[in-house]
């Protein structure tokens, strides 16, 4: 199957630091990519829709202006979380799906990036 | 959106086969049937999906009821490695996969 690859795979930053994390569809183009969150325990949850050369739609909920996502091309989208604190620690999963068969095609997800903000 | 439910946990002995059952009664006639699978802190991978007509491939196969208001992700024989969450997701507005609780399979030796 296809690759996504995210990275880092696990950050420690300080409260008030700006974190990014990168996600890549290594052997296809991805017109769109989504961001998940997952807390301990529960499921993962939506975050935003990023679509390369727009601007991301963001889920009910989630702020814009403090997790930041770039899709500036078919290959790499990033999520930034600005002013991180402590709350904002959580596991971080990218997905993507193939250029123009966004319907009946499968998602595939990256790794994963454990974010802990101390 | 089409909403499932999941068992929240279920047990299988190891080489024996895991059914695993999903309802989707609200789903729409142009919505697809996904499983993925969550190991502890990995990403999700994917599993199989359907439409109306049963799928198999080398993972799993997938069993759509004829009113396709349920389905069933079956693992033939299952080993030690497919202890995870699995997720049944129905394909939502927009092609946004959202995710609900999943049912925690364990294989027990």
């Known amino acids: 199957g296809a690759v996504v690859s995210q990275h880092p795979s696990r950050v420690i930053c300080k409260s008030g630091t700006s974190v990014k994390i990168e996600c890549r569809s290594l052997d296809f183009q991805a017109t769109t990519m989504f961001w998940y969150r997952q807390f301990p325990k529960q499921s993962l949850m939506l975050m935003a829709t990023?679509?390369?050369?727009?601007?991301?739609?963001?889920e009910q909920g989630v702020e814009k202006d403090k997790f930041l996502i770039n899709h500036a091309s078919l290959t790499l989208s990033t999520l930034t979380v600005t002013s991180a604190h402590p709350e904002d620690s959580s596991f971080y999963i990218c997905?993507?799906?193939?250029?123009?068969?966004?319907?009946?095609?499968?998602?595939?997800f990256g790794q994963g990036t454990r974010l802990t903000v101390v | 959106d089409a909403k499932t439910t999941q068992p929240t946990s279920m047990d299988c002995a190891e080489g024996r086969a895991a059914n695993l059952p999903c309802n989707h009664s609200t789903i729409s006639g142009n919505e697809y049937v996904y499983w993925y699978r969550q190991i502890h802190s990995q990403g999700p991978q994917y599993i199989i999906h359907?439409?109306?007509n049963n799928e198999t491939n080398e993972m799993a196969s997938l069993i759509i009821t004829e009113d396709r208001k349920s389905s069933t992700l079956i693992l033939p024989h299952a080993t030690l490695r497919d202890t995870a969450v699995y997720y049944c997701i129905v394909e939502t507005s927009g092609s946004r996969l959202t995710f609900g609780e999943g049912t925690q399979l364990t294989v027990n030796p």
């Open positions: 990023s679509n390369e050369g727009s601007k991301a739609t963001y």
């Open positions: 359907g439409l109306k």
């Open positions: 997905s993507a799906r193939r250029r123009y068969r966004v319907m009946n095609t499968e998602a595939f």
